[in-house]
């Protein structure tokens, strides 16, 4: 079983939209610790109305397991509720995020939105596009409930939620190679240093430190977003995301952006990595095929690591483990970043009997028990918290193993930051995305790159 | 053939009318949207939300800004290049097809496949043929064809040359082709009872012949390579760094990615009069001597 998070060519993209796990302050401080284990109970709809609504449309993104499990959730809405069905379409991950755009602003979008979070969803917003669910959870507490409440930062803007976090919880996560390091000798890294001491000991045997899908940019900057939580702590990132300025030239944030420009002069990535796109999974092939010897990546490259890499995970040579400590860092070693989910908003142009559909939905098809079944089967820690009890049903070791992994540290995690690029406003996150890649390609200094994204801040 | 005789058809009213449709699809496709584009340069819109007016704001921000010399530079660079590329290559193909043995006609079938190809298809061929780690290159341990290809500035811009000339050279050998087929074989046998040999005559009847058929093809290089897009999107997404962001692929990040239609737009109204302007010119540069050309193409 278990072919897992598929990592299919834009899977990536998705992942990557993610939030800090800050903005709904409560949610921050609660954190995942107290994930309880009741499972997430099929809560009737509350405004359940079900007047016949024909026009209910839902879009959504191919790409396997998830594009299955997304399907079952309809089918099983839609034989449960023969007057008012779902009608579905599917999308590639660039098509949607062109089109669905496109389709809200001219006011012809679907019932339910699909989407990220963050600030793409602030967008929404401040468009006055999506329904206030605040109100909805409030009359919903089991469901609410049911739901990790770090997954709750990304879906909420101004203290009010817009959004239901659904499907998957994916951190980002450090991989490595097991056999490159018994081939050198050594030790999995334990702190910053430590990584940088390894890099000249794989380059000696012709092994790259480190695997990077450099063209994507969005890859670099999952490294960016480790460096400022390890050295400044997560409140850096939360000080430029609540738009405070110089946010970017903070002394901390200085010193992890000379950090990253040390390892790439170091020779840390593995050559020509500006070159590589994580889109085509060249990345990851990287490590299994023993080029490289880590790769900081997020937790749904495993399916394809697994499907892909022969016996890279089957044969238990994949190992992973949370970024490490910088030695003097102030940040906490149990932060991670990542996705806390995805979100499933409802259009406010959506006629009532639709709207009443759409909460059917969310209420009993998305985090149902076949949903949350599905979802771990496939390899990916559901954003319910019931997730933690269909652990133990997985009999394939190394999944289990894997699959507890994601889950402690997810859970554990003292701030779950959703990534830059979906947290921030969709200016900010290019503008941040192409000075990224000039860092990586060291073409700007750490003072330049501070100087170009402190000049859009809290636009 | 172009300046007297076209004229003439102009007049016929029959004919006036039958212009009508795809006046009607020029206007409807070509100016209502470039008319929009024009008014959305003066306003600030995400896409999403409600337009207001922004006056000179974007003007002022996108002409300000370092990064519109680069994308012109760029753009400049790849159109040049490729045109230095294209044009030669395109002519000698055109003029070797043009003959009418068997062989060349086969040939001509084989030069034209890449032609038959999207531009996604062939970038991603080509970026998966020129990946440093997985590629042609270390595939068949060929040591020189090992480069970081689309990580380096300069080796990137090259890539894109090469390309673009690969996917274009057949389409304007064929313009070529049709160019020198049309031009009187009299010449030729005029030429060589006056002695004339090969080159003479290459050099003497066909280029000056093809005047034409070259300002087409120019024009049709030079405006095309301002719209190039699709294929540098997917070999490079502009990169890296910003070393292969032309003016379209600036114009699409600003406007679909940064989501600002408002700077995107004045972009887009740039690139519309930067190709009215380059075209103007090379029409310009082969407009008057007419007469000395008996067949054009």
């Known amino acids: 079983m278990t072919t897992s998070i598929p990592s299919p060519p834009h899977q990536p993209r998705s992942s990557r939209r993610n939030f800090l796990g800050l903005v709904g302050g409560g949610a921050l401080a609660a954190g995942l610790a107290a994930c309880g284990s009741s499972g997430p109970k099929s809560t009737p709809g509350s405004t359940a109305g079900a007047a016949a609504g024909t026009g209910s ?25 023969s007057g008012s069905k779902f009608k579905t379409t599917e999308f590639q991950n660039d098509a949607f995020k062109a089109k669905i755009k496109t389709a809200i602003g001219a006011g012809q979008g679907p019932t339910l939105i ?19 669910l605040t109100d909805f959870f409030g009359q919903n507490a089991t469901l609410k409930d049911s739901i ?7 879906a909420t803007v101004s203290g009010k939620v817009y959004a239901m976090a659904v499907e998957t919880v ?18 999995p890294p334990q702190s910053w240093g430590d990584i940088m001491d390894l890099v000249p000991k794989f380059n000696d045997k012709g092994i790259a430190p480190f695997s990077l899908g450099g063209q994507s940019r969005w890859t670099n900057m999952m490294w960016l977003e480790f460096l400022f939580d390890r050295i400044g702590g997560s409140e ?25 420009q040390k390892l790439i002069k170091a020779n840390g990535f593995i050559k020509g990595f500006s070159s590589i796109t994580a889109d085509s999974n060249a990345d990851q092939a990287l490590l299994y095929t023993g080029k490289a010897a880590m790769m900081l990546h997020g937790a749904w490259t495993y399916g394809n690591m697994k499907s892909s890499g022969k016996d890279f995970v089957t044969g238990g040579h994949l190992g992973y483990m949370n970024f490490p400590p910088v030695d003097g860092g102030k940040g906490d070693p149990s932060d991670t970043v990542g996705n806390p989910g995805q979100y499933l908003s409802i259009s406010s142009k959506a006629g009532q009997a639709d709207k009443d559909n759409a909460k059917k939905f969310l209420a009993n098809n998305t985090l149902d028990d076949a949903s949350v079944d599905a979802w771990v089967k496939s390899g990916n820690i559901s954003v319910a918290k019931s997730s933690k009890d269909r652990l133990s049903s997985i009999t394939d070791k190394n999944d289990s193993e894997w699959l507890n992994f994601v889950y402690d540290t997810s859970a554990n995690a003292k701030t779950f930051a959703q990534s830059w690029d979906q947290a921030l406003s969709p200016t900010q996150a290019e503008t941040l995305l192409d000075n990224i890649a000039k860092l990586f390609q060291l073409s700007i200094s750490p003072q330049q790159f501070a100087d170009s994204m402190n000049a859009v801040i809290g636009q | 053939m172009s300046g007297a005789g076209s004229s003439r058809v102009g007049r016929s009213g029959p004919v006036a009318w039958m212009v009508l449709p795809a006046l009607a699809m020029f206007i409807l496709f070509g100016v209502v949207p470039l008319v929009g584009v024009l008014a959305l340069s003066f306003t600030q819109w995400d896409g999403l939300g409600p337009i207001s007016a922004a006056g000179l704001s974007n003007w002022r921000t996108v ?8 994308s012109v530079l760029v753009t400049f660079e790849i159109m040049i ?9 395109s002519l000698l193909l055109g003029t070797f097809l043009a003959g009418r043995q068997r062989y060349r006609a086969f040939l001509a079938v084989l030069y034209f496949i890449p032609l038959l190809l999207s531009s996604a298809a062939i970038a991603i061929t080509y970026k998966a043929l020129l990946d440093p780690n997985f590629g042609l290159g270390p595939g068949l341990h060929l040591g020189f064809l090992t480069q970081d290809w689309l990580g380096k500035s300069n080796l990137a811009i090259g890539v894109v040359i090469f390309i673009v000339s690969w996917q274009f050279i057949p389409f304007h050998s064929l313009i070529y082709q049709g160019g020198v087929r049309q031009i009187p074989t009299t010449m030729y046998e005029a030429a060589s009872i006056d002695g004339a040999g090969r080159m003479r005559q290459f050099f003497s009847i066909t280029v000056p012949q093809l005047k034409y058929t070259i300002i087409t093809s120019s024009t049709l290089m030079v405006v095309g390579s301002l719209t190039f897009f699709d294929l540098i999107f997917v070999l490079t997404a502009g990169g890296p760094g910003d070393a292969t962001r032309v003016l379209a692929l600036d114009m699409y990040k600003r406007g679909f990615m940064s989501n600002q239609m408002g700077p995107a737009s004045v972009i887009a109204v740039f690139l519309v009069l930067l190709g009215l302007a380059l075209a103007l010119l090379l029409r310009r540069l082969g407009g008057s001597t007419t007469a000395s050309q008996q ?3």
């Open chain 1, 57 to 81: 449309t839902y879009w959504f993104l191919t790409g396997q397991p998830q594009q299955a499990i997304r399907e079952a959730q309809v089918k099983r809405f839609n034989d449960a509720n």
């Open chain 1, 114 to 132: 699909w989407g990220w979070g963050g600030g793409g969803l602030k967008a929404y917003v401040d468009a006055g596009q999506v329904e206030d």
């Open chain 1, 148 to 154: 990790f409440p770090s997954a709750f930062g990304a």
């Open chain 1, 170 to 187: 994916t951190p980002i996560v450090l991989f490595y190679d097991k056999r490159a390091f018994e081939k050198i000798g050594a030790e």
């Open chain 1, 236 to 260: 850096v990132f939360q000080n430029i995301f609540e738009g405070k300025a110089n946010g970017w030239s903070d002394p901390s944030a200085l010193k992890a952006l000379d950090e990253m």
């Open chain 2, 63 to 70: 002409l300000t800004d370092p990064a519109l010399p680069h």
């Open chain 2, 81 to 89: 290049l490729s045109w230095a590329v294209q044009t030669p290559m």
């Open chain 2, 295 to 297: 067949e054009g193409a």
